[in-house]
């Protein structure tokens, strides 16, 4: 939950409430003990007990209270909240390079997080939309984002290893998946033989990657609730995209990256037919960053129960609507209460001093 302002400018009007307070302050201090009777706040001398200050001081507060609601209420406040969502998308990015076969994460890092993923997918609402991009040297939709559930259960099934890593083309892949008409980094061939999304047309990507940079509109980290990525991955990238320049473009898009990253700390052996048995690095420091810099949250999963567990505590957390609510009308009503109260107290306590 948060608030904004509609007309944050005239948030500078509050500064006449600490002068207003100030000039109190001094009237007050400049009256005598013996000749302090301040009428239209009822104050007749020195306290004697802290009941008597906040007796005499009390229509004052009230009023500067009522002031500084009213105050409030001419810049136009907004209540902001975010709730779970029974719609949005959600695509699964998948790391399905040679070293995901390690069995540091037993059986491997790839079926521990493939096993998880398919009770993610389950849990999710029934309106959310699923997809899954996998990637080893480039990006590949293995399945466009959907509502049927059979469908993406069995895309996870049919994942396969493939040679090189490439994070970046991978998140790349990702946001084409939700935006095809996001702007491509040139130089790279984000899919190469693998499958592009719906709606994505590689003969315009040269047209996105020369528009002027002031023509794109680009959003605060984080503000597309609507939609995210869930990134698992040894974090050991090797090829393509550089993966922080892929997270920037990412998050100018406004799209949370949540990163799982899979595998222990000395990495592990991964065997794979047909390849000499490969060591397995892991680094979660690239996939830290991604994170922070799409406003997302990282997650290490060092064991296959791990990994079940993150993915449970994400079910409800990855999509959110996103509410606002003008509540000056509360502000204004809240303000008159205040002031009126204190005057109240006011004119009370001169006709009883």
Do not use: C
């Not at 009770?119 to 293995?142: I, L, M």
């Not at 869930?230 to 393509?240: A, E, K, Q, R």
């Not at 993966?243 to 799209?255: E, F, P, Y």
């Amino acid at each position: 939950m948060a608030m904004l302002f509609l007309w944050h400018h005239a948030l500078w009007l509050l500064i006449a409430v600490p002068m207003l307070a100030g000039t109190y302050v001094v009237l007050t201090r400049r009256q005598s003990p013996q000749r302090l009777r301040y009428v239209g706040l009822g104050l007749t001398g020195e306290p004697s007990t802290s009941r008597d200050v906040i007796k005499r001081h009390l229509p004052a507060l009230l009023l500067f209270t009522g002031v500084s609601a009213l105050l409030l209420a001419l810049a136009r406040p907004v209540l902001v909240t975010s709730t779970p969502a029974e719609q949005g998308t959600v695509v699964l990015l998948m790391d399905v390079s040679l070293s995901m076969a390690a069995t540091d994460v037993p059986p491997t890092r790839l079926d521990a997080a493939r096993a998880a993923a398919l009770e993610f997918v389950r849990g999710q609402p029934k309106d959310v939309r699923v997809g899954v991009v996998a990637f080893g040297g480039n990006a590949d939709v293995v399945q466009p984002p959907t509502t049927r559930r059979e469908d993406v259960i069995a895309a996870l099934h049919a994942l396969e290893l493939q040679r090189f890593t490439a994070i970046g083309n991978g998140l790349m892949g990702a946001l084409l998946t939700i935006d095809p008409t996001a702007d491509v980094p040139s130089g790279y061939d984000i899919f190469g033989i693998g499958r592009a999304p719906p709606g994505f047309d590689p003969s315009h990507a040269d047209d996105r990657r020369v528009a002027p940079v002031k023509t794109r509109k680009t959003y605060a980290p984080g503000s597309y609730l609507s939609a995210a990525i869930v990134l698992v991955s040894d974090g050991h990238g090797t090829m393509g995209v550089p993966a922080l320049d892929a997270a920037k473009r990412v998050a100018d898009h406004g799209v949370r990256v949540f990163t799982i990253g899979v595998g222990t700390l000395y990495g592990g052996v991964a065997n794979v037919e047909g390849w000499a048995p490969i060591h397995a690095e892991f680094d979660e420091t690239m996939l830290q960053k991604i994170a922070e810099v799409t406003d997302g949250e990282y997650f290490l999963a060092r064991s296959a129960d791990k990994v079940r567990k993150i993915y449970q505590g994400l079910g409800r957390r990855v999509i959110f609507e996103r509410s606002e609510h003008e509540v000056t009308a509360i502000f204004t009503a809240l303000g008159m209460l205040l002031a009126v109260a204190g005057a109240a107290l006011s004119l009370l306590s001169y006709r009883t001093a």
